[in-house]
């Protein structure tokens, strides 16, 4: 029998993107090395492991669920994804005296920074500031426990050594990774859901709506904008946005830009970002995108041709500008300059879309990052 893992998320199967793909793919990779249990909010789509849903956002819950693993599951290693799983998992050990386990923190952003990049472009600065407090303090009481870390990107260990005058001992930076749906390029869908669009090229845009965090909002506004002074070239191009209703749209839209909502079906997604020409990475300075990485790679997993701001790449430094994407300043016309010329010139950029292609298959499979983290898990746990 192998080790047991317990994986501690904030999972949510009724959103599945965002916090959800990094415990559910990984999780389901690690059942290859590991004897896996899941814990998150809404576990129904694990169907590859026992799995318990918590159903809430609370500390008490979490610490509850936790401690009832411990004494039933008993496992070797606890695996928590985020400062609220990390922190009941850190109480529950203390709590239950369990010194049987390992216990390792993954890190898919660093929220105090987040909080403070949007201080002053949210309309409630003062309860933004009181979240970096918070986040700040959650997160430094792991940083400070001396347990292993993972983080999802590059600049999480320099963003800690900045905020808390130290580097952590063992802190090892392992990304997110893609799905083999997207990443299998024979198999491609037979009709073209932007047919009625065509002979326009396509901008496809992901942005759900998400829990807590503005990111996606600002970058739906930025899509508009540019989508705005594009208008005259509709028959050049037309925005997709994935994930919104123009219903939740309270600005003026422009006629070259049409809104999905959300697409249920995986392979209805799939559809819809295999046909679509270029995609399109939005984000503003404030907006910290940690997880634009998520649709970053799934973008380059499909072999599109990626647009993007500086803060799109967040925690992607390996994708540099005019080897793997096009990276543009920050302002709408910026942006909107770029796409226009990647539209009137998609064949001069086609080797930008297979480098990228090659980088994603050698490197960033859901399999891949799990091997990397399977193996830092054995690294730490006893013996």
């Not at 694990?46 to 956002?57: D, E, G, K, L």
């Not at 647009?307 to 543009?328: A, C, D, K």
């Amino acid at each position: 029998m192998g080790k047991r893992l317990l994986i501690v998320s904030t999972l949510d199967s009724s959103q599945p993107f965002g916090a959800f793909t990094r415990p559910f793919y990984l999780g389901q990779y690690l059942t290859e090395y590991f004897d896996v249990f899941q814990l998150g909010l809404d576990c129904s789509s694990v169907n590859y492991a026992p799995s318990f849903s918590i159903a809430s956002r609370s500390l008490k819950s979490y610490i509850k669920a936790i401690e009832k693993c411990i004494d039933e599951f008993c496992p070797d290693i606890v695996y928590a994804q985020e400062t609220l799983p990390g922190l009941a998992a850190l109480i529950s050990l203390k709590l239950r005296k369990y010194s049987s386990s390992s216990l390792v923190f993954d890190f898919h952003t660093f929220s105090p920074y987040e909080y403070w990049m949007r201080l002053f472009s949210v309309a409630n600065p003062f309860k933004e500031f009181a979240q970096c407090i918070k986040t700040y303090i959650a997160q430094g009481t792991l940083i400070f426990s001396g347990s292993p870390i993972i983080a999802a990107g590059e600049s999480i260990p320099r963003l800690i050594s900045q905020w808390y005058g130290k580097t952590p001992q063992q802190i090892y930076c392992i990304g997110n990774g893609v799905t083999e749906d997207l990443l299998n390029t024979e198999d491609f869908p037979d009709k073209d859901p932007y047919q009625a669009f065509r002979p326009a090229k396509i901008v496809v845009l992901i942005a759900p709506k998400t829990f807590q965090f503005p990111t996606n909002d600002m970058s739906v506004s930025m899509a508009i904008e540019v989508a705005k002074s594009l208008e005259s070239h509709e028959n050049k191009l037309h925005f997709i946005v994935i994930g919104r209703d123009s219903s939740d749209i309270s600005e003026p839209i422009p006629s070259n830009i049409s809104f999905l909502g959300f697409l249920p079906r995986r392979e209805d997604f799939v559809d819809h970002l295999k046909y679509a020409d270029i995609a399109l990475l939005p984000f503003s300075k404030q907006a910290v995108a940690g997880g634009a990485r998520n649709k970053a790679l799934d973008y380059f997993a499909s072999k599109k041709l990626v647009v993007s701001t500086p803060e799109g790449l967040r925690g992607l430094e390996e994708f540099r500008n005019l080897e793997h994407l096009l990276v543009t300043g920050y302002s709408s016309e910026e942006v909107a300059s770029t796409v226009l010329d990647a539209a009137s010139n998609i064949d001069k950029y086609q080797s930008l879309v297979d480098t990228a292609y090659t980088l994603i298959t050698e490197k960033y499979s859901w399999n891949a990052r799990a091997q990397n983290i399977a193996e830092i898990l054995m690294r730490v746990s006893p013996s």
